[in-house]
């Protein structure tokens, strides 16, 4: 056996790694869960079982679960500085208070809560994440720096309802423009939402999508007020709306969902719009209902999971979100199978890539995808007692997140033995509590 080599926590990686003896979840078509190896090489698993021969560095997997890292489907990086500024507060009075704050914002800390929040998903097994939002130049930074798998949205909305300078669609432009080529980042256009885009900023953004060859990641029928006013302003409801003139587009990733007809659901489903569910932000805010899930699953449209932001959900764990969704869903139909734990797994993983257009790449542990591992520690309290029998059912139900040893990206540890391996945990919580009471302060 080759022996353990020691690991630099500097970010650096070996080019052939081996993961040994771990309990694998692996998220195949099959749905297999083995004891063995998973052998890396250039960041690409290359095999899934036994591993032979000479490798470069060998990880003890003993007593851990060897899972595909998480994907959190939506999410505003960049807010994690803004955790805890406007709780237990209605939609209306949450808005006003997160627009004014949000309004405050400079680059320095758009860049300090983007490492934050990249490092707590790190630290939760989260290694891909969509995000919405402004200045992505500024958090790509951020997300180069901590390694992570990013799909980032620009914000895209009328002119004259934003703070960004200049016309947000020719920014988002630029933006692709310049991620374009980015081994890690793909630059995504985000229209905001129909309360915020006219149909011509819509159109002008699915156009620019189309000519760069990405989609479009959008929030859609969160609230109940939302939709009404909405309907009652156009005449129609908002996905009525978009299907009429033309917008929806396969490949298409539209966050919450929550407010849908059956109508409606086939209409995203038929589109090829996958649908982002965020149980934790849609309880929090108390905006009634629950996302039609199973509805979705009948008319076989893609659904995955994302947590939003840490001003409406507090925390970035994608385990969480697991747990949540299982649970409203089961509640609110009285139907304890409803969602169960293996299908909640799928969303923050396999499903979640192929929303994204990735299941090609990511989302399961098998040769030829790229290297987004997490290992588990499952002499943790919080896990014991794992067995290949409840495995599934203890990284949804359980706390994973409290026992995640290591997170790897794309063949490199941005977590090892619990440490943010890319920079000082210490540090970079301390520059986003200082941005954060200046922007109180303010």
Same mark, same amino acid.
């Given at each position: 056996?080759?022996?353990?080599?020691?690991?630099?926590?500097?970010?650096?990686?070996?080019?052939?790694?081996?993961?040994?003896?771990?309990?694998?979840?692996?998220?195949?078509?099959?749905?297999?869960?083995?004891?063995?190896?998973?052998?890396?090489?250039?960041?690409?698993?290359?095999?899934?079982?036994?591993?032979?021969?000479?490798?470069?560095?060998?990880? /003890?997997?003993?007593?851990?679960?060897?899972?595909?890292?998480?994907?959190?489907?939506?999410?505003?990086?960049?807010?994690?500085?803004?955790?805890?500024?406007?709780?237990?507060?209605?939609?209306?009075?949450?808005? *006003?208070?997160?627009?004014?704050? /949000?309004?405050?914002?400079?680059?320095?800390?758009?860049?300090?809560?983007?490492?934050?929040?990249?490092?707590?998903?790190?630290?939760?097994?989260?290694?891909?994440?969509?995000?919405?939002?402004?200045?992505?130049?500024?958090?790509?930074?951020?997300?180069?720096?901590?390694?992570? %798998?990013?799909?980032?949205?620009?914000?895209?909305?009328?002119?004259?309802?934003?703070?960004?300078?200049?016309?947000?669609?020719?920014?988002?432009? %630029?933006?692709?423009?310049?991620?374009?080529?980015?081994?890690?980042?793909?630059?995504?256009?985000?229209?905001?939402?129909?309360?915020?885009?006219?149909?011509?900023?819509?159109?002008?953004?699915? *156009?620019?999508?189309?000519?760069?060859?990405?989609?479009?990641?959008?929030?859609?029928?969160?609230?109940?007020? *939302?939709?009404?006013?909405?309907?009652?302003?156009?005449?129609?409801?908002?996905?009525?709306?978009?299907?009429?003139?033309?917008?929806?587009?396969?490949?298409?990733?539209?966050?919450?969902?929550?407010?849908?007809?059956?109508?409606?659901?086939?209409?995203?489903?038929?589109?090829?719009?996958?649908?982002?569910?965020?149980?934790?932000?849609?309880?929090? #805010?108390?905006?009634?209902?629950?996302?039609?899930?199973?509805?979705?699953?009948?008319?076989?449209?893609?659904?995955?999971?994302?947590?939003?932001?840490?001003?409406?959900?507090?925390?970035?764990?994608?385990?969480?979100?697991?747990?949540?969704?299982?649970?409203?869903?089961?509640?609110?139909?009285?139907?304890?199978?409803?969602?169960?734990?293996?299908?909640?797994?799928?969303?923050?993983?396999?499903?979640?890539?192929?929303?994204?257009?990735?299941?090609?790449?990511?989302?399961?542990? *098998?040769?030829?995808?790229?290297?987004?591992?997490?290992?588990?520690?499952?002499?943790?309290?919080?896990?014991?007692?794992?067995?290949?029998?409840?495995?599934?059912?203890?990284?949804?139900?359980?706390?994973?997140?409290?026992?995640?040893?290591?997170?790897?990206?794309?063949?490199?540890?941005?977590?090892?033995?619990?440490?943010?391996?890319?920079?000082?945990?210490?540090?970079?919580?301390?520059?986003?509590?200082?941005?954060?009471?200046?922007? #109180?302060?303010?």
């Amino acid at each position: 056996m080759t022996p353990l080599i020691p690991f630099h926590f500097k970010g650096e990686y070996a080019l052939k790694t081996v993961i040994r003896d771990g309990l694998i979840v692996t998220q195949n078509e099959s749905r297999e869960v083995l004891r063995g190896d998973v052998l890396v090489d250039d960041g690409v698993i290359s095999h899934v079982g036994e591993a032979k021969g000479d490798v470069d560095q060998e990880v /003890d997997a003993g007593g851990c679960v060897v899972m595909p890292g998480l994907i959190n489907c939506h999410t505003h990086v960049a807010m994690a500085v803004m955790r805890g500024m406007a709780d237990d507060l209605g939609l209306g009075p949450f808005l *006003e208070r997160t627009f004014a704050v /949000d309004a405050r914002r400079k680059a320095k800390d758009i860049e300090a809560g983007a490492l934050l929040g990249c490092a707590e998903m790190a630290r939760s097994g989260t290694t891909s994440f969509l995000d919405l939002y402004y200045s992505e130049d500024i958090i790509a930074r951020s997300v180069e720096k901590a390694g992570l %798998r990013a799909y980032l949205g620009w914000a895209v909305l009328d002119e004259e309802l934003t703070t960004q300078k200049g016309r947000p669609v020719d920014n988002c432009a %630029r933006f692709i423009e310049q991620f374009g080529n980015h081994p890690l980042i793909t630059p995504v256009v985000a229209p905001q939402g129909v309360y915020a885009c006219s149909d011509e900023t819509l159109m002008a953004a699915r *156009e620019l999508a189309r000519t760069k060859g990405t989609f479009c990641h959008y929030h859609l029928s969160e609230t109940r007020h *939302e939709v009404y006013e909405y309907k009652k302003s156009r005449g129609r409801r908002p996905v009525e709306h978009l299907a009429h003139i033309g917008f929806l587009s396969g490949g298409d990733v539209a966050a919450h969902c929550v407010w849908l007809t059956l109508n409606e659901v086939r209409d995203l489903a038929r589109h090829g719009v996958s649908a982002v569910h965020c149980p934790t932000s849609n309880m929090k #805010l108390a905006g009634g209902g629950v996302s039609p899930l199973p509805e979705m699953f009948e008319n076989d449209a893609t659904v995955c999971l994302g947590t939003d932001g840490c001003s409406s959900n507090n925390s970035l764990d994608m385990f969480l979100e697991m747990k949540f969704a299982a649970l409203l869903q089961k509640s609110s139909r009285w139907d304890a199978s409803v969602l169960p734990a293996q299908k909640a797994l799928d969303l923050a993983t396999i499903d979640a890539a192929r929303s994204l257009g990735a299941n090609e790449r990511i989302g399961s542990i *098998e040769p030829g995808k790229r290297a987004d591992i997490v290992i588990i520690d499952c002499q943790h309290p919080a896990m014991a007692p794992t067995t290949a029998d409840n495995i599934v059912a203890n990284l949804v139900y359980a706390s994973p997140s409290k026992a995640v040893r290591d997170t790897m990206v794309d063949g490199k540890f941005v977590v090892r033995d619990g440490r943010f391996t890319r920079a000082d945990e210490h540090k970079v919580a301390a520059e986003a509590v200082a941005c954060a009471q200046e922007l #109180l302060s303010g």
